[in-house]
């Protein structure tokens, strides 16, 4: 009776032992999985903070981009009303000189 009990012992401690197992093998299999699933997310955190820094450094690169456009074409407004002002001022100067009389006596041919 003492080998069936101590048999019985035996057989309940490795039962035990085996859940006890399992019960580790399952914790295990869910910590893996919840740390997959952290890398997982951590991978996207990390790719989408890299593609939306890429975007804001292609706005403020098209933002330069437009300023450094508009400030040329300020300069060439500029630069063409320069012109056009100093245009006019030599028309004007040309009409100055064509209206103005000579400094030299004219002599007038009379009609004969």
Partial sequence: ??????SRAEEQFTATQKK???ALTELEKTRQERADQIAKLKALRL???????EAAEKADAEKAA??????KKA??????AKKAAAKKTATRKAAARKN?????P???QSQS
């Avoid at 790719?47 to 820094?53: F, L, M, S, V």
């Avoid at 300069?75 to 063409?80: D, G």
């Fill in 1 to 6: 009776m003492q080998i069936a009990v101590k």
């Fill in 66 to 71: 437009a300023k450094k456009a508009l400030a």
């Fill in 20 to 22: 006890a197992e399992q």
């Fill in 47 to 53: 790719a989408k903070e890299a593609a939306d820094k």
């Fill in 75 to 80: 300069l060439a407004k500029k630069a063409a």
């Fill in 100 to 104: 103005k009389p000579s400094e030299l």
């Fill in 106 to 108: 004219q002599v007038h």
